[in-house]
């Protein structure tokens, strides 16, 4: 089966496709000036680490190309390139390591949000807790998290295996949710290819807690095929994050295809977004989530797609398709499965520099 989805060179170009290649190109002459690089504009957008998969590999593996390998030296590369601050994990350790990361941001002029896993029960509520304490002393007000690390289609294939995960995802939260409180620390919960809409405002309902809010991705929810719109419109109320990047879709035989791109470079209308989180929140930060990677596939015409989401209707499906044929990218995706890992490093960095540069056309 062919998922490649490749026009002919010639295939026509329209008025945005223009604007964005004539804007890329600027971006490139300036990204390699080294006459410009001392005089780097600080942007409103942050970076969130995730942008970075491949660079946090390198790292990990102590590769030469690596470019950062902890909190530190990642904020200390985001603020070269410009940043507004990064959300990323602190995890734990001494005292003097969480000052030395708060100082850098106090130097830097630079925001920290840190990130955590929940935790599964009573006896890891300490190491929650350490994380909490920890990202507090670093600066950090934010603490990014997710119920699910994986996607819900891909995760369950039954309601009820779905249904014990609602379960353990609201333990974990009524744990954290007096650890947080007691730290003065904002949780924020992203919407992470788990929730449903009226799933996610009713657990936020029924919380109802001024330290447990939302990381609101603006992209993540088309994967469950709902609207994007009216995703953000719903989780701003809550919303203490965000998660900002753009789209761009194709079909294929099971359903769709989808990938992060470069801001403006997708369908989304990024501005009317930006303006409804902020309305709702005027101090939220914009944490980039630009992920360089193979689109995502998103089997919405199986039956396992809608094992664990029995009520759906078919106008549902009809107008995630119709989402998709209508803003259908004429190009193929992008791809890194045919890329050197170098050259992923290379092109996960310029992707994240052209959103940074580009940002503010987005209002951000």
């Known amino acids: 089966m062919n998922t490649n989805l490749r026009v002919p060179d010639f295939a026509p170009v329209n008025r945005r496709q223009a604007i964005r290649f004539l804007t890329h190109a600027t971006t490139a002459l300036f990204l390699s000036s080294s006459l410009l690089k001392a005089e780097t504009v600080r942007s409103r957008l942050g970076v969130g680490m995730h942008s970075y998969g491949a660079a946090w590999k390198a790292g990990k593996e102590k590769n030469p190309a690596a470019r950062f390998h902890d909190a530190l030296s990642f904020l200390e590369y985001c603020h070269e390139m410009g940043a507004?601050?990064?959300?990323?994990?602190?995890?734990?350790?001494?005292?003097?390591?969480?000052?030395?990361?708060?100082?850098?941001?106090?130097?830097?002029?630079?925001?920290?949000?840190?990130?955590?896993?929940?935790?599964?029960?009573?006896?890891?509520?300490?190491?929650f807790e350490e994380e909490i304490r920890f990202a507090r002393e670093a600066g950090a007000t934010v603490m990014r998290t997710a119920c699910?690390?994986?996607?819900?289609?891909?995760?369950?294939?039954?309601?009820?295996?779905?249904?014990?995960?609602?379960?353990?995802?609201?333990?974990?939260?009524?744990?954290?949710?007096?650890?947080?409180?007691?730290?003065?620390?904002?949780?924020?919960?992203?919407?992470?290819?788990?929730?449903?809409?009226?799933?996610?405002?009713?657990?936020?309902?029924?919380?109802?807690s001024e330290h447990v809010?939302?990381?609101?991705?603006?992209?993540?929810?088309?994967?469950?095929?709902?609207?994007?719109?009216?995703?953000?419109?719903?989780?701003?109320?809550?919303?203490?994050?965000?998660?900002?990047?753009?789209?761009?879709?194709?079909?294929?035989?099971?359903?769709?295809?989808?990938?992060?791109?470069?801001?403006?470079?997708?369908?989304?209308?990024?501005?009317?977004?930006?303006?409804?989180?902020?309305?709702?929140?005027?101090?939220?930060?914009?944490?980039?989530?630009?992920?360089?990677?193979?689109?995502?596939?998103?089997p919405c015409l199986t039956e396992k797609y809608w094992s664990t989401m029995p009520s759906a209707s078919a106008s549902r499906l009809a107008r995630v398709l119709t989402l998709v044929r209508k803003n259908k990218c004429p190009q193929a995706l992008p791809a890194t499965s045919q890329l050197s890992f170098e050259e992923t490093l290379r092109e996960e960095d310029k992707n994240v520099r052209l959103c940074l540069h580009d940002a503010a056309t987005f209002g951000i």
């Open 148 to 208: 699910l690390s994986g996607r819900r289609y891909e995760t369950f294939d039954t309601l009820e295996a779905f249904e014990k995960f609602r379960e353990n995802s609201w333990r974990s939260i009524t744990l954290a949710e007096p650890i947080v409180k007691k730290h003065q620390m904002r949780l924020a919960i992203e919407n992470h290819k788990d929730w449903l809409i009226e799933e996610f405002t009713g657990m936020m309902r029924r919380l109802s």
């Open 84 to 127: 507004a601050g990064v959300q990323v994990s602190v995890g734990t350790g001494e005292n003097s390591h969480a000052q030395t990361i708060r100082h850098k941001c106090e130097e830097f002029q630079m925001y920290l949000e840190a990130q955590t896993t929940l935790p599964r029960d009573e006896a890891d509520s300490k190491r």
């Open 213 to 298: 809010g939302i990381t609101v991705d603006i992209g993540n929810s088309i994967a469950l095929a709902e609207d994007p719109y009216e995703v953000v419109e719903a989780l701003a109320p809550w919303a203490v994050s965000t998660h900002i990047k753009d789209m761009a879709v194709a079909e294929y035989a099971e359903g769709f295809l989808l990938s992060e791109v470069p801001l403006g470079e997708g369908f989304l209308d990024l501005g009317r977004m930006v303006n409804i989180l902020r309305k709702a929140n005027p101090k939220i930060r914009w944490n980039l989530e630009m992920i360089t990677r193979d689109p995502l596939h998103v």
